[in-house]
């Protein structure tokens, strides 16, 4: 055949497809990001008009998000038109948007200038307020081409999607932010991953051995590796070669932490826990999961397993968890056993959310009653978490 004796023909040709749709991507992402600002910049604005008036941004912002929503679906309704708002906030210049065709079409009418920001640095309330007849600028002045030398955290960037920068808002600490935005383009993340390395608390692990002046290095510069001893020094290096990290880099890691006081508070409580195992490995279909806690409960009889994430609770950690409560009840649940009880705990900044769980639905009810008279409740296991979140981070200098 013709096309097998030319199949760098096809090559050549799907790799034009894969660069067109990366193009397409690309444009879509960066028309998105622009309004998304351009929405909370408007809401901030109309904001401003009616201040004095009491109540005026909250009726604003329903009224708004219900007209939207209608429209153009739940999207656009009231948490996101809140995160619009925030976004606009902080990020306040569009300096080193590309111009982009995608964006020239979805913005044909011709919008004020944000003028050039540099870095973090907020404009004054006066200087957000912009005034309606002097609508001198389109979208495309807004973003001229960046010049990657000139970039700095804090000003919105191409390669950025509306995912990462939603993200990125969850960072409070200004300088942790400006941290991930670099980290993020020079290891091109992501946002899934930008997400986990956020979770994984990155900058607060790789701050701990530095000093004031290296933790201003690591805002503006990311993280350096001056020698090649410094690779061994990165986390993300540590984790993907499988080895401990180091004790002065990292004196004990927040989550190991946690469940080390977890497997102490639950032993001390002398309520039936029996120790069982710590990072317990099942296999399903040849994939590998470890539960980070397995207890037996000599009352209950019956085992409990705890799984701690540091982020926040989603409904597939729920999903995960309930996998390795069927685990055990279909392979190492004994007879005369009740059914296995999941726990999990997910630490996000310094909140937590502590869950129960248990196999069949017609199980759960039997055993609901039986297990509250004897283990702590979820507000209760919430408390000792965030208490010793709070011990954790006064003692790491990471609050």
């Not at 410094?230 to 080895?243: H, N, R, S, T």
């Not at 397995?294 to 009352?299: A, L, N, W």
Request: proline share 4%; charged share 30%.
């Amino acid at each position: 055949m013709a096309f097998a004796r030319e199949p760098k023909l096809y090559d050549r040709i799907r790799r034009i497809l894969e660069s067109a749709r990366a193009g397409v991507a690309r444009s879509v992402n960066t028309a998105q990001v622009v309004a998304n600002w351009l929405i909370g910049r408007e809401i901030v604005e109309e904001e401003q008009k009616g201040k004095r008036r009491a109540g005026y941004g909250e009726r604003l912002m329903k009224e708004l998000a219900a007209r939207l929503a209608a429209e153009y679906g739940p999207g656009y309704g009231l948490v996101n038109l809140k995160l619009f708002k925030q976004f606009y906030i902080g990020y306040p210049g569009l300096a080193d948007l590309e111009k982009n065709h995608a964006v020239r079409s979805l913005f044909p009418r011709r919008v004020p200038s944000a003028g050039p920001e540099k870095g973090y640095a907020a404009r004054s309330q006066s200087r957000i307020s912009h005034s309606r007849d002097n609508q001198s600028s389109d979208v495309a002045s807004l973003i001229p081409a960046p010049a990657s030398a000139k970039w700095q955290p804090g000003v919105l960037h191409p390669h950025f999607s509306w995912t990462h920068y939603r993200t990125l808002l969850r960072v409070d600490k200004r300088e942790a932010r400006a941290f991930y935005e670099i980290e993020a383009l020079k290891n091109n993340w992501s946002a899934r991953e930008l997400e986990r390395q956020i979770n994984s608390l990155l900058y607060e692990r790789l701050a701990k051995s530095r000093d004031k002046t290296g933790l201003l290095k690591l805002a503006t510069k990311g993280q350096e590796i001056q020698q090649p001893v410094d690779v061994f020094k990165d986390p993300m290096v540590i984790e993907f070669l499988g080895l401990p990290e180091s004790p002065r880099l990292v004196e004990s890691r927040i989550e190991e932490a946690l469940i080390n006081n977890l497997q102490d508070f639950l032993l001390e409580l002398g309520k039936g826990f029996a120790f069982v195992a710590r990072q317990k490995r099942i296999t399903l279909d040849g994939d590998h999961f470890y539960i980070d806690l397995v207890f037996y409960h000599t009352i209950l009889k019956c085992h409990v397993l705890i799984d701690l994430k540091v982020g926040k609770l989603t409904h597939q950690d729920l999903g995960q968890l309930q996998l390795y409560v069927n685990y055990y009840d279909r392979e190492l649940r004994s007879q005369g056993d009740n059914p296995t009880l999941g726990l999990i705990l997910c630490t996000d900044k310094n909140d937590a959310v502590v869950r129960y769980t248990l196999g069949p639905d017609q199980q759960r009810k039997i055993f609901a009653s039986r297990y509250k008279l004897h283990l702590p409740t979820e507000k209760e296991l919430e408390a000792e978490i965030r208490r010793e979140l709070e011990v954790l981070r006064g003692n790491e200098g990471m609050s």
